[in-house]
């Protein structure tokens, strides 16, 4: 029950961040508190599950459930080590400072370790209509290893030595624009341990034939059987 709830929030996740942008699903999902509770309620499960089961004779299950634990403990590594802050450019210039954010809600300034220059920003419509479809900010970014160019939209962030950029907002004359910037080192990283681990053991479970899986394709001809996995994929 609680797996398949998770699966239903991340698949409404996904399809809201192609429409609004990935920093707005950021926000106003991921980073909530019922997000970090429902995973909380998942972890717990998966534990208390193997410790009264003794599923960990079965590694395929036990690396299961303990995936649920991993992603939940990079969440909480995120929470604790990340940086998440707000630099706003205008057409032509270049900046290292950025606003931080800090988890209590303060802000202060603090310095990038390389300058970034807003080359161009531009917007796009709807055919016919004056309702933005994307709006990109051309960036030049600095490093002590040399310049690259990159563009960041509403659906493409840039990402330069560790730091990611996310287009959030622009100014009203269409000459300056608002990026958000995070920084997560070591967090990101045990998530998608976390998430591999989790889709590893999955597909595992299905080709293991366990009796269930077995019972199955008893009951089902070939062609069902293949149809069935081309809608699972």
Not at 98 to 117: H, I, W
Not at 158 to 167: H, I, L, S
Request: contains cysteine.
């Amino acid at each position: 029950m609680i797996v398949a709830a998770v699966v239903i929030v991340m698949a409404i996740a996904t399809i809201v961040e192609k429409i609004h942008g990935t920093t707005f699903v950021s926000t106003k999902i991921y980073s909530t508190w019922w997000f970090s509770a429902i995973w909380s309620i998942l972890a717990i499960a998966s534990i208390a599950r193997i410790v009264t089961s003794g599923m960990q004779k079965t590694l395929t299950v036990l690396t299961l459930h303990i995936s649920f634990v991993v992603i939940l403990a990079g969440a909480l590594t995120t929470h604790l080590t990340s940086k998440k802050g707000y630099l706003h450019l205008r057409c032509g210039e270049k900046a290292r400072l950025y606003t931080e954010q800090s988890n209590n809600g303060d802000m202060r300034t603090a310095t990038l370790p390389f300058s970034v220059k807003l080359n161009d920003f531009n917007i796009k419509n709807y055919e016919g209509t004056t309702t933005h479809s994307d709006y990109a900010s051309h960036l030049t970014f600095s490093t002590d290893g040399g310049s690259t160019n990159e563009t960041v939209s509403m659906n493409n962030i840039a990402v330069v030595e560790g730091y990611r950029f996310y287009q959030t907002s622009f100014d009203q004359d269409m000459k300056g624009s608002i990026l958000t910037i995070t920084y997560d080192p070591y967090g990101t990283g045990i998530t998608y341990i976390g998430y591999g681990l989790l889709i590893v053991s999955a597909i595992l479970l299905l080709l293991l034939r366990t009796p269930r899986i077995k019972q199955l394709y008893r009951q089902l001809n070939g062609s069902r059987v293949l149809a069935i996995g081309c809608l699972v994929l």
